[in-house]
């Protein structure tokens, strides 16, 4: 016997500690870098993010995790022992070992779950829900936390003026639950993709185990982020608006039919551009970066949460999810609340 999918509860965490543009601007004269609050809105659409404070171990990426986690159990009606399955989405895990699955399941008390990292980058939410997904339609997995969680302030270069004002903290989480194959409310679709050959646009040469990370490496940067956003941009924009096509014709669906967009929130331009190439008015299209950056995995299960919350998102809603990042990845999902 089949089943099927549905989110039941949902939950997002920040840190206290806001960046404003002003902020990024002070720091890079320091170092003679020249930018402006005007040049990071104008091209980016961002004004502030959050960065966790380094060594508070209330925000350690666990840490934010667990408070996103706790609140979509409270939605959902679920206690950490009802949990079956951790799908963590990161690449800024706490510890390279144990994985951060492990960490959150030990802080939370889930106590009959098993758990696994899973690093896709932007597109981790995505992948995590797919997972997630086919546990649960298999029928080995009732209930399954899914989580989207980076500190991606401890890998920004901060002599890349091009990349360093993108990117923010945050995590997002979602309980799915096992739903009857036919509910009305359930994932409807995931579509998923990975082109390694572009690894060269966003990577971290060093840190790992190809490339230790030495003085003489960390002195230029090079277990930091490394970025060419003007190629990357392209992509994003023809493959966000492909795989939200799939996901909709998969369904014999259009463009009109969708209540919400949630693509990733990478920049405003991107998603603006994605949007006129899906002809998709704009009032249809949510939309977080302005006040929390690039967050990576995180950025669509916190933007859903905060939808979700505040009642745009309703019962019976169309809502797509689409995602590109570093990998490359790719990935969306298309889904009845
Ligand atoms: N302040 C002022 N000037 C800047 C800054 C800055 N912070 N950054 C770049 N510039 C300058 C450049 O040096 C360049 O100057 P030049 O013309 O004299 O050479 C000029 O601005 C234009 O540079 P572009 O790179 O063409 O600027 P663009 O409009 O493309 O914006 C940006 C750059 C914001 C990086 C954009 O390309 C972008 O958002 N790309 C996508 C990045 C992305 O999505 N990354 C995340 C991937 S997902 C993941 O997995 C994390």
């Known amino acids: 016997m089949e089943y099927a999918a549905t989110i039941t509860g949902t939950g997002s965490a920040f840190p206290e500690h806001r960046v404003t543009n002003h902020d990024i601007t002070s720091k890079l004269a320091a170092s003679d870098i020249e930018t402006s609050d005007a040049w990071i809105r104008e091209r980016t659409g961002i004004s502030e993010r959050r960065f966790s404070k380094p060594g508070n171990p209330d925000e350690h990426n666990s840490s934010l995790g667990l408070a996103a986690a706790q609140k979509a159990l409270e939605m959902a009606g679920k206690t950490p022992e009802d949990i079956d399955q951790i799908i963590y989405s990161t690449c800024t895990p706490d510890t390279i070992i144990p994985s951060t699955a492990c960490w959150l399941q030990h802080k939370l008390g889930a106590t009959r779950a098993w758990g696994m990292d899973l690093n896709a980058a932007c597109s981790g939410f995505i992948y995590g829900l797919t997972i997630a997904e086919q546990f649960i339609r298999t029928g080995q997995v009732k209930t399954s936390l899914v989580l989207g969680t980076e500190i991606l302030s401890s890998i920004i270069n901060w002599k890349d003026r091009g990349s360093c004002i993108l990117f923010g903290d945050g995590s997002g989480a979602a309980v799915v ?23 060269e646009l966003l990577y971290i040469p060093a840190g790992g185990s190809a490339q230790a990370a030495t003085p003489d490496i960390m002195a230029q940067n090079l277990n930091k982020i490394q970025m060419n956003g003007r190629e990357i941009f392209k992509i994003a924009v023809r493959t966000l608006s492909t795989f939200a096509m799939t996901a909709l014709e998969k369904n014999d669906m259009t463009v009109d039919m969708l209540d919400w967009f949630i693509p990733h929130q990478a920049n405003y331009r991107i998603i603006e551009a994605v949007a006129k190439r899906l002809q998709l008015p704009m009032e249809k299209v949510l939309v977080n970066v302005d006040r929390f950056g690039n967050t990576s995995s995180a950025t669509i299960p916190s933007m859903l949460d905060e939808a979700v919350r505040d009642g745009r998102i309703q019962k019976g809603h169309t809502v797509l999810l689409d995602a590109f990042g570093a990998g490359l990845t790719y990935g969306s999902i298309l889904l009845r609340w």
């Open 177 to 199: 639950e096992r739903a009857p194959e036919e509910s009305p409310h359930r994932i409807l679709s995931s579509h998923l993709l990975s082109d390694g050959s572009l690894w």
